[in-house]
């Protein structure tokens, strides 16, 4: 999708799973590589993408995005779900080759808008955010739909 100073961005697919499930420990993980890619191929079946950045190896950046139509808008609405690139990576531009790829990719799928739910205490990544053009909108809280087991 994107080749710049040695950095390639391009959708991701099941056969990354692999090289995914170590970048994301960084956020949670692990999760097995099986489970990885049975959810990359479902995000690539829905209407989102998931996109790499590689630098010359395994993956050094992710961003995981979707998209919706909302009565509050008059274009689908795009909202990233993750923004990753590894501790040994970062402050090289990564991140924002990542959101310019990923708003490419929303544009192209009609979108008109594009948000980030950001965690209050993310403090870093919400000033990454206003550094890379999103504005404070509001806040989001989030409910669990299943009782999550102890």
């Known amino acids: 999708m994107n080749q710049r100073r040695g950095l390639e961005v391009r ?8 090289g995914l499930s170590a970048l994301l420990e960084v956020a949670g993980g692990p999760w097995p590589p099986a ?7 479902a995000a690539r079946a829905a209407a989102g993408t998931v996109l790499l950045a590689l630098d010359w190896g395994p993956p050094v950046g992710l961003v995981a995005l979707h998209w919706f139509p909302s009565l509050l ?3 689908l609405v795009a909202q990233l779900d993750l923004l990753l690139v ?3 990576d ?4 990564i991140g924002r080759i990542l959101v310019k790829a990923a708003a490419q990719a929303a544009r192209v799928a009609g979108c008109g808008d594009m948000q980030f739910v950001v965690n ?3 403090t870093d990544l919400r000033a990454f955010c206003l550094a890379t053009g999103f504005t404070e909108t509001g806040s989001c809280l989030s409910r ?3 009782k ?3």
């Open 73 to 75: 808008a008059g274009r």
């Open 144 to 146: 669990a739909l299943r």
């Open 35 to 41: 489970e990885l890619a049975r959810r990359l191929d």
């Open 11 to 18: 959708a991701a697919n099941g056969a990354d799973a692999a």
């Open 86 to 88: 590894g501790q040994e």
């Open 90 to 93: 970062r402050r090289r531009g």
């Open 120 to 122: 209050a205490g993310q």
């Open 148 to 150: 999550q087991s102890e």
